[in-house]
């Protein structure tokens, strides 16, 4: 049933947040603040910079593409050791926008700090990537559960579509800034070693900035609750989650749903971890190249995540999603063989179909599963299941270079069976009973 029918026959049960429009925009502002991370830290420019610089060429073949793998798997790994909890914590004490905050502060603090990984900082540059990276995953899924208070039921997938959308602009914004100053370094004779290590500044200042107005206007919205007698709000979300766990059979959908999430980020989180390394060994890219790509790519997962977005709300979650997993198969086998750039350039353009739609409509569609006032929680599964398959997915392709001696071609097969994987998951999903159930078990 589409999102709009829907919303009719819960209307009565459902809470009710009123979000002020400066609340909305701030929450979608944020979306460009944090952009500039991924777009650079995680996937053109320093990922690369990473394998190829910092590491060098004294280690194995394959050896660098497994660290950083390995970075990633480390950060993803407590994120998923904290997730649910940190979730559940944040409902029952109302801290949700205490730890988007904190969280914040820290990313652009360890991220600015990556300006002094130069060649060999190898023990460095893992350390602050990995917990960088922790930081701003868990800001991500706070933010997240913050949606089903920003929006409503028939405009989750407007809402969420139109973060991505600004996301995928402060992406552009801060790799058109790092592209205009890499080209100028690079005239001025400048070699890698000086030039990437100023980019993360860049996205530190961009972090900073764009993250007042979330900081300023954003209010918690969940109630307080009284700890019982004796016990801690560590003890509290541990019983919780057990709960939750134990209404497994009534939340089927939702855990379908998340085992879904799990099967195709697997394979989302390789493609982009790995985009910029794969670019530049396979099909011999340089980095202005590598970065102009990945402007590209978010240029079309801007309006990919904006229509995608109306798609959902019009025509449900399940069939969006599908089209999506579909798209995202046909990607990864066109960059596995893609011979030369024009074909290369053809699949990058389809990942930024995928990449758009995914994000938002696997996010609006756990913030239509989850009951409100346990949105904290239920994003917080979203987050172990996510960041569990950001462990897999990059490791998997890290471990299949350093067992062919560098075949990434063969690697990056991986994320089409992750994806054809879930499509057979999401073919279980009753969208409709799914929603239905999260109605009635309100907090």
């Known amino acids: 049933m589409p999102t709009s029918e829907l919303a009719d026959s819960v209307k009565s049960t459902a809470p009710i947040y009123k ?8 929450w979608i502002v944020y979306h460009f603040a944090n952009a500039g991370y991924t777009a650079v830290v995680v996937a053109a420019i320093f990922n690369a910079y990473f394998v190829e610089t910092v590491c060098g060429s004294g280690m194995p073949k394959g050896t660098p593409t497994l660290l950083w793998t390995l970075a990633v798997g480390l950060s993803n790994f407590m994120v998923v050791a904290s997730a649910p909890l940190l979730g559940t914590i944040c409902d029952y004490s109302a801290a949700k926008k205490k730890v988007l905050v904190a969280s914040t502060i820290g990313c652009i603090i360890l991220t600015a700090m990556l300006y002094f990984v130069g060649p060999g900082a190898v023990t460095l540059g893992f350390v602050l990537v990995a917990f960088s990276y922790f930081m701003f995953s868990t800001g991500e899924n706070v933010l997240a559960s913050f949606l089903p208070e920003v929006s409503d039921i028939s405009t989750l997938g407007k809402i969420s579509g139109l973060g991505c959308m600004i996301s995928h602009l402060g992406g552009l914004a801060v790799l058109g800034l790092c592209l205009g100053y ?44 009284t700890l019982p007698k004796g016990k801690t709000h560590w003890q509290v979300g541990i019983e919780r989650i057990q709960h939750t766990i134990a209404q497994a059979p009534k939340f089927r959908d939702l855990f379908r749903l998340l085992a879904t999430i799990f099967a195709y980020t697997c394979g989302t989180s390789t493609v982009v971890v790995l985009a910029g390394v794969y670019a530049k060994q396979v099909m011999g890219f340089t980095f202005p190249e590598t970065i102009t790509m990945f402007i590209v790519i978010n240029l079309t997962a801007t309006a990919s995540a904006y229509i995608f977005g109306w798609i959902n709300d019009k025509l449900g979650s399940k069939p969006t999603l599908i089209l999506t997993l579909l798209t995202w198969i046909g990607s990864a086998l066109v960059l596995a063989l893609a011979q030369d750039k024009t074909v290369f350039w053809i699949a990058a353009n389809l990942v930024g179909i995928a990449n758009g739609a995914s994000f938002t409509v696997g ?18 599964l979203w987050g172990l299941a996510g960041k569990s398959a950001a462990i897999v997915g990059p490791i998997s392709y890290g471990l299949v270079t350093s067992l062919t001696s560098n075949n990434h071609r063969l690697a990056i097969m991986c994320p089409a069976v992750y994806f054809a994987v879930a499509l057979v998951i999401l073919f279980s999903i009753n969208e409709q009973r799914g929603r239905l159930a999260a109605t009635s078990d309100e907090a």
């Open 19 to 26: 979000a002020t429009k400066a609340e909305v925009i701030s």
């Open 182 to 225: 890499v080209n100028w370094a690079q005239a001025h004779g400048q070699v890698a070693a000086q030039y990437v290590p100023v980019t993360a500044l860049f996205v530190a200042t961009n972090f900073a900035i764009f993250s007042i107005p979330l900081m300023l206007f954003l209010k918690e919205k969940a109630s307080h609750h």
């Open 363 to 380: 996010r609006a569609m756990i913030g239509q599963f989850a009951p409100r006032g346990r949105a904290g929680e239920f994003f917080g």
